[in-house]
């Protein structure tokens, strides 16, 4: 049995019951991702934004960004901070789309200490 235990308009949190388990399942809906999507698109083809020196670097669905977090703290942690790890994966290709800007995402002296 699956049952939506809340949704806060972005992420629907779900309870999973198997024989005698329960899972927890966070998930965004594919349509509120691409609501993200597009608003990165039209901040990035805005020659106007006023957003563009650097306020907001990029809009990332909080799922995701937990997936990150956890896969940052199993495997990476020891190399990277989690600042570090965060601009990596922005700024990969793969993730391109959540920027807000062309240009890839850089840290501050402050942000690499």
Known sequence: MRQ??????????????????????????GNRVQKILDANQRLRSDTKNPLSHGRLAASIDPVLRHQWRKEWAQKHSDKWSWKTYLVMQLNSRDYSQFRTQDSTIGLTSQDKA
Not at 9 to 24: A, C, N, P, V, Y
């Open 4 to 29: 939506i235990l809340s949704d806060n308009g972005l992420t629907q949190t779900h309870l999973i019951i198997q024989g005698d388990e329960l899972i927890t399942l966070d998930t965004t809906p």
